[in-house]
């Protein structure tokens, strides 16, 4: 206690007189770096962060700690602190549309769509096990995508996939593989919101310019659940009292539409209204549109459908205002110049080797704390905006981070597989470290290349 006390009193001394200027809220792209001994400090509550993040200490906890670490250091007043949770939560509340998509998304989820297309595929393939391993992965892929919450689909679909395939370690990476490149890729996703935010361009710029990479490797993880399968001659397993079984085809086909509809619309709808001269694929329209298919589609009622889009809206309105909070303690990390030093850092490195390095280090970071891959995001992107990284490198930033977060203990992703495989969360990690390792490497090349 002795050591802590005289530790604050030195910290309290060193904020007083250090003379480090604070910024307001609107001026952090402002804010210039420290030199000397200052830059060495103001990394001190990065660090701290980081460390609390890895011993898996709730993420609003650790940002409070290393933000008061850097008020003390930095000289940021309360009022300035204050002005920061102000802005950043209300900031991150008004990304309707990811919340909108999410929402929606939820209650396609909900009224069975997904499980009425993956026996669907299980039909059709007439006992090819491979195939439906390489239409599970799809599946999540697009589940994922329209959702933009890896955790939540793979609570969904894990389970169906247990239930017809068994567990084949190639299979659960390559739905790993898939809900990475896809919650950080897509248009209704927490990481895609943080990263327009931070990077200060629409969401639908940033989805946009990542879907082709999104779709590379998607390929790469069907391809890979699908060789996977094969090479183990895995058999199908007999499913009990499933009710979609008892289903006819036509009835399947027409539980699935609002699935398909909604995918069309998240990822065609651009493309139509551009075709068309205006915007009739619009959030309102295809909300409407998908919750009528619901309830004209499925069992639920108008009311059980509007219900299950808003059950659906929590899970992404409390991240965003987790993060929005958490988001408010960097912001005071940031006035103090911590990023601008970094930064600084990395201007003095060859620039073919930025791209790559800050993929590498999202990786890195993601694996340790692959819980908060959006506090991740709030540590890692800030000093690639500040070295004026365009979208397409920042999305591969952003997707090294969710890579490394498909080889966490501490992953909710990797919680629902282990969970719905029924397998040790250690056996679900030591089977994705090979294949999200390679995968890491590709994404390296090509930020290489293309970043």
């Known amino acids: 206690m002795k050591r802590r006390i005289v530790l604050f009193l030195m910290l309290l001394f060193i904020g007083i007189t250090t003379g480090i200027n604070a910024h307001a809220a609107e001026a952090l792209d402002s804010v210039t770096a420290p030199t000397g001994f200052k830059a060495v ?94 239409f599970i992965v799809i599946l999540l892929a697009a589940a994922t995508y329209m959702s933009g919450i890896g955790g939540g689909s793979a609570m969904v679909i894990a389970p169906l996939a247990f239930a017809a395939v068994g567990v084949v370690p190639e299979l659960i990476a390559g739905m790993s593989l898939a809900a990475a490149v896809s919650f950080t890729t897509s248009p209704a996703s927490l990481e895609s919101s943080i990263v327009s935010q931070l990077g200060k361009f629409e969401v639908s710029e940033y989805v946009t310019v990542m879907r082709p990479y999104w779709l590379a490797f998607v390929v790469l993880a069907v391809i890979l659940a699908f060789w996977g399968t094969k090479r183990r001659n895995v058999g199908f ?14 009835q399947l086909v027409k539980l699935t539409l609002p699935a398909i509809f909604l995918l069309f619309a998240v990822i065609f709808g651009p493309v139509v209204n551009n075709l068309i001269g205006f915007a009739f694929f619009t959030p309102l329209v295809y909300m409407i549109l998908t919750l009528a298919l619901v309830f004209i589609c499925t069992d639920f009622t108008m009311n059980q459908s509007v219900e299950a889009m808003v059950d659906g809206s929590t899970y992404i309105l409390t991240r965003l205002f987790q993060v929005g909070i958490f988001l408010a303690f960097i912001n005071v990390i940031a006035q103090t110049g911590t990023f601008a030093v970094i930064a600084g850092i990395a201007e003095n490195a060859p620039e073919f080797v930025v791209v790559p390095v800050a993929i590498l280090t999202g990786v890195l970071i993601g694996v340790p704390a692959g819980a ?80």
Request: charged fraction near 10%; avoid cysteine.
């Open 41 to 134: 400090l103001v990394i001190v509550p990065l660090i701290v962060v980081l460390v609390l993040l890895f011993m898996k200490v709730d993420m609003i906890i650790a940002g409070l700690i290393a933000g008061v670490l850097a008020m003390l250091i930095g000289g940021v007043s309360l009022m300035d602190a204050n002005a920061q949770l102000l802005e950043t939560i209300p900031s991150m509340l008004s990304i309707t549309v990811p919340i909108i998509n999410s929402a929606v998304a939820m209650a396609v989820f909900k009224a069975g769509s997904y499980s009425a297309a993956l026996t669907l595929a299980k039909r059709g393939t007439k006992g090819k096990v491979e195939f439906v391993s390489a």
């Open 237 to 250: 397993k007999e499913s009990e009292d499933d009710e979609f079984d008892k289903k006819s085809t036509g």
């Open 372 to 451: 908060y891959v959006g506090s991740v995001l709030t540590l890692v992107l800030p000093v690639a905006v500040s070295l004026g990284f365009p979208p397409l490198a920042l999305g591969f930033v952003t997707m090294g981070v969710g890579l490394g977060s498909q080889m966490s203990f501490v992953n909710i992703t990797m919680q629902a597989l282990s969970s719905g495989f029924q397998i040790p969360i250690l056996e679900v990690v030591k089977g994705n470290v090979k294949w999200l390792s390679l995968a890491s490497v590709l994404l390296l090349g090509i930020g290489l290349i293309f970043g």
